[in-house]
């Protein structure tokens, strides 16, 4: 068995067929590697002569053992990005805990209306209530309403970029000329590349005197949050979509309008159910984003700090995990840095969630269009 393990190793690290020399590079760049990492933990003042030398050996070994230094350089990159994750994780997890011990339950505390008890889907019958939730001077630390913020805005997030992302991907895709779509995507693409502050900024300058004019209504609203980080997810959505999209086989449409089916029925009936996982998963991560979005919602609502009245006043306005965190951090104490850590331990189970359910979708639906299920 032990036997077993180093060849399974050994294959691992430098292949089944490696000679004497690509043995010798390959220890020379894992232990060079090896001490690089040792001296910047422990000695940084001498890590960059050790990076160079680590840096020389690899050079040295590409040139002669380009496919073993590459296998173990692949291997060195996949372990160091699950230990980071591991790591980080591990830490966020870590930092909340004495959050937790030292609050528990009163993380989720329901405030207090002046007429009494609020209404907010009978949690008030199991959870704690009080009339301040967020004084870190009385130690008053609830995420409730940061909670119910942050799903406001990633509903009307989702239902700007869900549908607008979906069309514009059927039209990328199925509608456009080669041409066109050439120009088309690249252009949407870009819309990532614009940072977060500059959408909060536009949001907060062009869509809150819309709001005011339109609605007589303050502005700076969930609504303008959530469209923002809408349009902000709409390249996620469009790209992944609109990959899904192609992929699916020519000859299934060519099928639909050989039966005498219309362009708009292929897409209906063959393009979007065949696509339905790419499409979920598009929309998911385009949803991911909405929830890990900071920047240009606290810059849209900087001032919100409680609930709506009533709660699903899309014009009302609060505080989201994100935006919580972004704007308390700066002068955060140990104890109000610890709830913060909270807040981001439910922003990674949530978004951990979303990309698990993607995954579930996507296999579903691959084994019901091979026909195993």
């Known amino acids: 068995m032990r036997d077993g393990l180093t ?3 050994r294959e691992i690290l430098i292949g089944g067929d490696a000679t004497e020399g690509s043995l010798l590079t390959t220890a020379a760049t894992a232990g060079t590697l090896a001490a690089t990492i040792l001296v910047f933990l422990f000695r940084p003042a001498f890590a960059l002569p050790v990076l160079a030398a680590f840096l020389l050996v690899t050079a040295v070994g590409w040139a002669t053992y380009q496919a073993e230094v590459a296998r173990l350089l692949t291997l060195v990159a996949t372990v160091l990005t699950v230990l980071t994750v ?3 994780t591990y830490f ?9 011990e030292r609050h528990g339950i009163g993380l989720l505390t329901v405030p ?3 007429g009494g008890i609020r209404w907010f889907f009978w949690l008030e019958n199991v959870l704690p209530t009080a009339e301040s939730f ?3 001077g009385s130690g008053a630390y609830s995420l409730i309403p940061a909670i119910w913020a942050t799903v406001i805005v990633t ?4 239902l700007v970029a869900g549908p607008l992302g979906l069309f514009g991907a059927l039209f990328i895709a199925e509608v456009a000329s080669d041409g066109l779509r050439e120009v088309i995507k690249p252009a949407v693409e870009i819309l990532a590349g614009i940072p977060s502050i500059v959408y909060g900024f536009i949001g907060f300058a062009v869509l809150n005197s819309f709001i005011q004019d339109a609605f007589l209504d303050d502005g700076a609203s969930f609504l303008i949050a959530g469209t923002v ?3 902000m997810a709409l390249p996620t959505v469009v790209s992944v979509a609109e990959d899904a999209i192609s992929s699916v086989p020519d000859s299934m449409g060519d099928g639909s309008v050989a039966m005498g089916a219309t362009k708009w029925q292929t897409m209906k009936s063959i393009s979007i159910p065949a696509a339905f996982s790419g499409i979920s998963a598009a929309i998911i991560l385009g949803l991911g984003r909405a929830i890990g979005e900071t920047m240009a919602v606290a810059a849209i609502m900087a001032a919100g700090t409680g609930f709506p009245e009533p709660l699903y006043d899309i014009f009302g306005q609060g505080v989201t995990l994100t935006s919580r965190i972004a704007t308390s951090y700066g002068d955060a104490s140990a104890s109000t840095l610890d709830v913060l850590f909270v807040a981001g331990v439910m922003l990674f189970a949530i ?5 698990i359910v993607a995954q579930y979708i996507e296999r579903r639906m691959e084994a019901k269009l091979k026909g195993q299920q």
Request: aromatic share 12%; glycine share 10%; hydrophobic share 60%.
């Open 7 to 9: 060849t399974s190793a």
């Open 86 to 88: 591991g790591f980080i």
């Open 92 to 100: 966020l997890f870590a930092s909340a805990w004495p959050a937790v």
């Open 112 to 114: 207090i209306q002046e």
């Open 134 to 136: 967020w004084n870190p």
């Open 155 to 158: 509903i009307i997030a989702g």
């Open 229 to 231: 980080v809408g349009v």
């Open 351 to 355: 978004v951990a969630s979303m990309s």
